[in-house]
């Protein structure tokens, strides 16, 4: 039974696996499914895209029994199967390995198997049956993990190995994975599409969500396309291209080049060497980190998400503490005592827009006048006297700010949770950009924010380079780095494997440095 | 519109709630077999309905202003602080240290000197429970319960054996010189010529009282400790992104916290009873709870909510006193609001956004 | 200090013992599922409270016990539709329920009994009676093991064997059965529980409803066995002290018997010896009643052995925000 | 104008101190057929706003139940020279208060007696409530009571606390009560408000005796109270408010000779006390009352010559 054949076995006799009809789902204000409907053929791999936000993980989970629709019928096999809650998706052979994985930490590996599925009351002979089970399921599909691990002591990798044992644990016909690959090394998810591929083959039916065209168009067998909540097009692998594919998620040509003339890099304003940082659980995340910056030079990062980019933003903006040496401008930073926050960072000459603008960047229930003195509150321009802040001036400030990034609409007062997620980005980029600092720290700066949004923020971006400044730029859009970017360092496990420069590289070359490959063996 | 408006949320939820929570208190009334009708008639005729009522009502009211600002500026920084019990007990002993110690020549001076005192000793009750929260992660609701016990039992060690003058039977301390006592509001308004009926408890502390309301007011809104405050309390990720650090605010939010639960002695300890007793705070600290939560952490509506209470207490006591209702009723109708305007929010404001969500739909 | 005091000292532990380790017990189901109790207080007071008069109107002590369940079991609902419903903030809501139990007891009692809140003296079958363990007579005179047996194993109320073998019954729950496993996942993350399609909120309000059941015990123990009749706030700090024990035992069945021993033992000594000397220094009173708080906050700085609560403990479960 | 009555924290159905005190106004009300205030304090910081609010209304005189009153009435009476005011066990000196301290060294001595004739292990015990002079007095006399009926016999004396949370904590009653049957007493006395009710409660269940206090609590356990010392506040009160608006300023001591103090004799306990018993008490009880025999006042030099608390 080949991969190839599959496609023609979709006869329209045959009743489909999961088929869904008319789906909404709004969650307040937010309509993050409207009347949505597809059909998955028994037996095949089916790809769901579409750009964050567009309402990917709603779908399923609303098909996992997880959330309910507001409308619409979920038919499975051919029978129409409510299915208001995860028992019945269960029942009806539905499994799901969500995005944000669903482990009881402090448990084992059997222990979390078992959960929800455990045979009488009493837990010594599920345990004994699920061991039995997981031993065969191992052998058959290559998933082997320690049955007595506790799970805060595995990798993501095999976090997500136990969320697949557990969906087969309950004999699940029908897979679903949620962004599966985010987390993993390239040969964790080789290996994840070959188990995938392996399930199909006995007969499986597989959803697979994933914002990778690479991932669509080597695994699926057909792909749906959905933007703003709606399913605009469902279409054979084998009959698209990665183009199309993009295009219909975005709803327009895409493939935007920045317009930008060719660096003039001047003395050096950040060294980096051997920097080293560990998270709370102590595992180390930075390994020994060298790299430098000049004046009017954008130094791109690349790599999967997860690989110690975020460390490196978080210890340069003075988030997270490390060992090792920063300095800005030749003077040295402090990266463990008093001088190691925030507050330091930005009187040193250092800006931050953070990777996550909700967790981060911004006080979602503040306005947005609050917003735009977030981190520099401190400012002089900002105080009325020793004592008392001038919110006259913050405001009048936020207005002047508003109205240069064309933050819509141009409401200082309106709180930040109440724009859309391209005007909040454009808040925290104002903010930071208009300080004119010396280094200018960016993560994703346009994850989740729409085309036009996008052009802005990198023409102020490369507007602040233009001006003598340095700029590091941390993005997982590959295609974002290269059109960026003066000079690419890519990361992999807490180490920069090599640097290149735009147009003397290629994706491919790029693809295996982020996989661990390193430059030389390339 | 479609969303639920500020004013709805800030004003019409809380008042929803008091309402309901009055009407099963109204209930309660009826099951034990009196009037409800009645009873509020002398709960409102005698916390009300004189001069005298009005100062036990204000006395009362003085407390709860300084336990609703303590727990609602906590609530700002995302601190429950439930140790106010504790940390006015300690200020009562700063009370006495203050008027105990020195002969003071005028009360302004001792009124300085305890206001001081008072608010450093509240201030240093709460420096434990916020250094071991902010540095060790240990709960801030279970140690500021601890504390409240052991400040009683500090203070009951130090009235038995340490306070308490030779030959006196109950553990209080000694009387405070008379140079210390508090102008009442009968003296006070007296300087103006407004007659106020005497031997009412409701003394100067009122209006250190308000101006700590103002304080506070400015503190929150109008300062940098205040942004980074309400930053902290919204998201301490964010907070330490802007440079923010967790263990500063959370010291300084709960120093500021326990010195308004320390300022409350001032009016119990020295502007009524003029000596320390055993139980002056008698659950002021947890009524702040009550005060802060129907207040929304702002300082009109937690003086609002703290007359509200002061009018409770008081026309409880009368209550008691006219009729066969025990005072216990004012603490059920304390429980209810706590009860809906805290925990059971939700209840109120689901059904309302949805409403008002309806409502913009049907409009546009 | 010789063997019979110290006898007498532990026995008296037992009894003391008895209604922190009910309650502790009762705060575990609770806090393991998730949902953080203070209002472990009130629910006390109130079982106390209806188990008396209860016993005092019918003269049966068996039916008093039912009602102090009954009304322990009321609040814990409401806790639970507060905190579990609609996702309240169960601090505020244990506060609330510790405030109604207190009002409401008195003011119940006022109408009822007219006694200032008290209930009447209880007697005869009205109250839990010692049991007399076989042989208790017999081995007494036996050197040591005579009234170690005799003394301080026999002679408690059904209530007190009840709560001891509740110990060893809650590790078996919880580390044994398809519940216990729930139960304890759903503190440490509910949303694996839920789609592992097991009822999030079911599981929760069992968990309360243990907890009220427990509760329900410890009152009416205090009430109908250890005292003869209820008293406004005869509580007096009890379901407090058992949180603090639940702390202190880390969540875990036969710590909690641990630790509530050892506060039981702390009350016996407090009450029997106004201050302690050591020789070089006098122990007040007061200092030993302080002590299980003390040890808590010690507990929960980390300094010795860190108390991690289950992770998901005091938040409610919100799907869709 | 009604008379009025405010009763301590234990409450006035406290079966001791206060329900004496709630008894006497009863009985004044059944025999004038007047009607009166009554208040209940809840809380150590009320005792003034109830004070004044009473006083106020007009009520004349107010008699309030307990040495606590003492520092707030001290303020309180100047401010309402028009009102009297009596205050029971407890001297305070102002131109319209009645003050009436009871001797209950005496009393405590008769049942001390008692106590040691009743007993068969020649150990007896005292509970204390609020460890205070005043409850020291009680225990002082007891203790000589016992000494002089049996030179032999032990006195295990005990407090229950130090505060006024003492007064009405039964369970801990109970738990000193097993104590010192333990330490082999076999006759308790309770001087300890609404703690007693737990002490007398615990002998009852240990198959010991208790002796009650203030009111006559030999009901409470038939034939397990061997007697109770009689306070009589129920006659205080009765007096004053009999007295009216005309009450007499001025301290007022009770003792044996006023039949201010006294032990009960009812068919409760009547099976427990003998002939023998009966007579050396009463013996003693004329001493005391002709003055041959003088008990020592605790309060009146802060030492005892029969025990050490
Ligand atoms: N639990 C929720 N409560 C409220 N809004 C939600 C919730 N979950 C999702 N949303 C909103 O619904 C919309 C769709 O979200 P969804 O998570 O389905 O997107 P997605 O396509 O999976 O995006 P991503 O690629 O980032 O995972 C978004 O606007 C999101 O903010
Ligand atoms: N939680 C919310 N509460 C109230 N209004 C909201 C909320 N989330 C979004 N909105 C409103 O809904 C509108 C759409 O928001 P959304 O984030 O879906 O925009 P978007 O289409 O993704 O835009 P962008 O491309 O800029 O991200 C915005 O105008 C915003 O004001
Ligand atoms: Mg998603
Ligand atoms: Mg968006």
């Known amino acids: 039974m080949g991969g190839a054949d599959i496609s023609g076995r979709q006869s329209s006799a045959a009743p489909f696996a999961i088929e869904l009809r008319g789906i909404s789902k709004a969650f307040g204000p937010v309509q993050a499914n409207k009347d949505i409907s597809i059909q998955v053929a028994k037996g095949s791999i089916h790809g769901i895209i579409g750009e964050n936000g567009a309402g990917k993980s709603t779908l399923m989970s609303i098909l996992y029994g997880f959330y309910k629709a507001d409308a619409g ?77 506790l799970i805060e002591d595995l990798s993501v990798g095999h ?163 490390g060992i090792g040496t920063i300095r800005l401008n030749g003077r040295e930073l402090d990266l463990t005592g008093r001088h190691s926050d925030g507050q330091s960072r930005r009187a040193d000459g250092i800006a931050h827009v953070p990777e996550d603008r909700q967790v981060l960047g911004l006080i979602m229930d503040f306005t947005a006048w609050e917003n735009v003195a977030f981190g520099y509150h401190h400012a002089p321009e900002y105080q009325k006297s020793a004592l008392l802040m001038d919110n006259d001036a913050i405001r009048a400030d936020c207005e002047k700010k508003m109205a240069t990034f064309d933050v819509r609409p141009p409401i200082p007062t309106l709180a930040a949770k109440n724009f859309s997620g391209g005007n909040q980005q454009k808040i925290v980029v104002a903010r930071e950009i208009e300080r004119n600092p010396d280094l200018l720290l960016v993560g994703q700066p346009t994850r989740g924010v729409d085309i036009g949004a996008i052009e802005f923020i990198h023409k102020q971006i490369v507007a602040l380079r233009d001006a003598g400044k340095a700029v590091l730029l941390v993005s997982v859009e590959l295609d974002e780095i290269m059109s960026l970017a003066d000079r690419i360092a890519v990361m992999f496990d807490g180490r920069i494997m090599g640097e290149r420069l735009p147009d003397q590289t290629n994706e491919r070359e790029l693809g295996l440095l982020m996989a661990g490959v390193s430059g030389e063996a390339a | 519109m479609g969303r639920m408006p500020k004013w709805a949320d800030a004003v019409l939820v809380p008042l929803l709630s008091l309402i309901i929570a009055f009407v099963i208190s109204g209930l309660v009334i009826l099951a034990i077999g009196e009037d409800p009708v009645e009873a509020l008639k002398i709960m409102v005729t005698g916390a009300l309905g004189s001069t005298y009522g009005w100062g036990y009502t204000l006395y009362y009211a003085t407390n709860f202003i300084f336990t609703g600002l303590a727990v609602a500026i906590a609530f700002h920084a995302g601190l429950f602080n439930i140790g106010g019990e504790g940390q006015a007990t300690l200020g009562g002993l700063g009370v006495a240290v203050a008027c105990l110690m020195l002969p003071w020549p005028h009360w302004s001076l001792a009124l300085l000197a305890s206001v001081v005192l008072s608010a450093a000793f509240g201030a240093a009750w709460a420096a434990a429970p916020a250094w071991l929260q902010a540095k060790r992660g240990s709960h801030i609701v279970i140690t500021t319960i601890m504390f409240n016990f052991i400040a009683a039992a500090l203070l009951n060690y130090l009235l038995v054996n340490v306070m308490r003058p030779r030959g006196q039977m109950d553990p209080a301390s000694a009387r405070f010189p008379a140079e210390t006592n508090l102008p009442d509001l009968h003296q006070m308004l007296g300087w103006f010529g407004i007659p106020f009926a005497k031997g009412t408890p409701a003394n100067v502390s009122l209006f250190v009282a308000l101006i700590a309301c103002v304080a506070v007011w400015a503190i929150i809104w109008r300062t940098r400790l205040g942004y980074e405050i309400r930053s902290f309390g919204k998201s301490e990720k964010a907070a330490i992104y802007a ?122 | 200090m010789d063997f019979a005091t110290i006898i007498q000292i532990l026995d008296s532990t037992v009894r003391l013992a008895t209604p922190l380790l009910l309650a502790c017990l009762a705060g575990l189901y609770s806090e393991r599922s998730g949902v953080f109790d203070i209002g472990l207080e009130g629910k006390m007071l109130i079982a ?77 079958a009205a109250r839990f009676e010692p049991i007399t363990l076989p042989f208790a007579g017999s081995i007494a005179p036996v050197p040591v093991l005579g009234p170690i047996y005799s003394e301080l194993i026999s002679g408690h109320s059904i209530l007190v064997y009840v709560a001891i073998a509740l110990v060893p019954a809650s590790a078996w729950l919880l580390y044994r059965t398809r519940f216990g496993l729930r139960l304890r996942a759903v503190g440490e993350n509910p949303a694996a529980v839920d789609t592992a399609g097991v009822s999030v909120t079911g599981i929760r309000y069992a968990a309360v409803a243990i907890t009220g059941i427990l509760c329900g015990l410890a009152g009416a123990y205090l009430s109908t066995a250890l005292a003869a009749g209820f008293g406004r706030e005869m509580t007096a700090g009890k379901g407090f002290i058992a949180l603090a024990a639940l702390i202190f035992a880390k969540w875990r069945p036969w710590y909690a018997l641990a630790a509530c021993m050892l506060f039981g033992l702390l009350e016996a000594v407090s009450i029997r010896y106004q201050s302690i000397d050591l020789g070089f220094v006098m122990i007040p009173v007061q200092f030993t009643q302080a002590l299980p708080y003390i040890l808590t906050v010690v507990i929960l700085a980390g300094f010795i052995g860190k108390a991690v609560p289950p992770r998901a403990g005091g938040e409610p479960y919100v799907k869709e925000r | 104008a009604d008379p009025a009555i405010i009763f301590d924290l234990g409450g006035k159905f406290d079966k001791s101190f206060n329900e004496a005190a709630f008894n006497g106004a009863e009985k004044w009300a059944k025999e004038t057929g007047g009607s009166y205030k009554e208040l209940e304090m809840q809380s150590e910081a009320q005792r003034e706003q109830a004070l004044r609010r009473l006083a106020e209304s007009g009520a004349n005189p107010v008699v309030m139940t307990g040495f606590a009153f003492g520092d707030v009435l001290n303020t309180v009476a100047p401010d309402f020279p028009d009102t009297k005011f009596a205050i029971i066990d407890m001297v305070v000196e102002q131109p319209n208060v009645k003050s009436v301290v009871f001797s209950e060294h005496e009393g405590s001595y008769l049942v001390g007696m008692m106590a040691a004739l009743a007993s068969k292990t020649g150990t007896v015990g005292f509970i204390g409530g609020m460890d205070i002079p005043l409850i020291r007095k009680f225990g002082c006399g007891y203790a000589q009571g016992a000494k002089a009926a049996n030179p032999n016999a032990t006195v295990i004396l005990n407090m229950t606390g130090t505060t006024p949370a003492a007064w009405n904590d039964p369970v801990k009653g109970a738990e000193l009560a097993k104590a010192q049957k333990s330490q082999g007493a076999d006759v308790i006395y309770a001087a300890a408000g609404g703690t007693g009710i737990g002490v007398l409660q615990a002998a009852a269940d240990e198959g010991i005796l208790s002796i009650g206090v203030d009111s006559n609590q030999n009901h409470l356990h038939p034939g397990k109270v061997l007697t109770s010392m009689l306070k009589r506040v129920d006659v205080a009160v009765y007096e004053a408010f009999k007295e009216g608006t005309d009450l007499k300023p001025g301290i007022n001591v009770l003792g044996l000779k006023e039949d201010g103090v006294g032990y009960a004799l009812d068919e409760n306990n009547a099976p427990l006390v003998t002939d023998e018993m009966k007579a050396a008490v009463d013996a003693a009880a004329e001493k005391i009352k002709s003055g041959e025999l003088v008990v020592h006042d605790y309060m009146s030099d802060d030492t005892c010559p029969a025990a050490n608390f």
């Open chain 1, 159 to 321: 976090q997500q190995r136990v969320e697949i044992l557990k969906a087969l644990y309950r004999q699940a016909d029908i897979l679903i994975l949620d962004e599966p690959t985010g987390v993993l090394t390239p040969a964790e998810a080789d290996h994840l599409f070959r188990i995938l591929k392996g399930l199909r083959d006995q007969g499986k039916t597989i959803i697979l969500i994933t914002h990778k065209l690479r991932e669509i168009m080597e695994t699926t067998d057909t792909v749906s396309v959905m933007r703003r909540g709606t399913m605009v097009a469902t279409v054979r692998t084998a009959e698209t291209s990665p183009e199309e594919l993009a295009e219909l998620m975005v709803g327009r040509k895409v493939l935007l080049q920045v317009e930008k003339a060719p660096a003039t890099p001047g003395k050096t304003v950040l060294e980096v060497e051997n920097l080293r940082v560990r998270d709370t659980q102590g595992v180390e995340r930075l390994k020994g980190i060298n790299l430098t910056i000049r004046a009017g030079e954008i130094l791109g990062i690349a790599g999967v998400a997860g690989n110690g980019q975020s460390e490196l933003l978080e210890v340069l903006g003075g988030i997270a503490r």
């Open chain 1, 73 to 149: 019928e979920i038919v499975i096999d051919g029978k129409v199967t409510p299915i208001p809650d995860s028992q019945s998706a269960i029942r009806a052979g539905i499994g799901m390995v969500f995005q944000h994985f669903k482990l009881v930490q402090n448990f084992t590996v059997l222990e979390n198997v078992i959960l929800g599925a455990e045979e009488g009351g009493i837990l010594a002979r599920s345990l004994a049956r699920a061991r039995k089970v997981l031993a065969d399921l191992a052998r058959e599909y290559e998933l082997d993990v320690d049955p007595d691990a």
């Open chain 2, 243 to 364: 440079g923010i650090s967790p263990v500063r605010i959370t010291m300084y939010a709960m120093l500021i916290s326990g010195a308004l639960s320390g300022l409350m002695a001032v009016n119990t300890v020295q502007g009524e009873a003029n000596r320390l007793l055993l139980n002056s705070v008698e659950g002021a600290g947890f009524i702040g709870i009550a005060v802060a939560l129907m207040g929304r952490s702002h300082p009109v509506g937690v003086f609002f909510a703290a007359l509200l209470f002061g009018f409770l207490y008081q026309g409880g006591a009368e209550l008691a006193l006219w009729t066969k209702i025990p005072r216990e009723l004012i603490t059920v109708i304390q429980a209810l609001v706590i009860l809906f305007t805290g925990a059971l929010d939700d209840m109120v404001r689901v059904p309302l956004k949805r409403l008002f969500l309806a409502s913009g739909r049907g409009g546009q």
């Open chain 3, 48 to 124: 106390a409270f209806a188990s008396a008069a209860a016993a005092a109107a019918t003269g049966s002590v068996w039916l008093g016990l039912l009602a102090g369940i009954f009304a322990s079991l009321m609040l814990a609902g409401l806790h639970g539709l507060a905190s579990i419903t609609f996702r309240g903030n169960q601090l505020i809501s244990g506060v609330a329920i510790n405030f109604l139990a207190s009002g409401l007891t008195v003011l119940l009692g006022q109408k009822w009994f007219g006694l200032g809140g008290r209930t009447p003296s209880l007697e005869g």
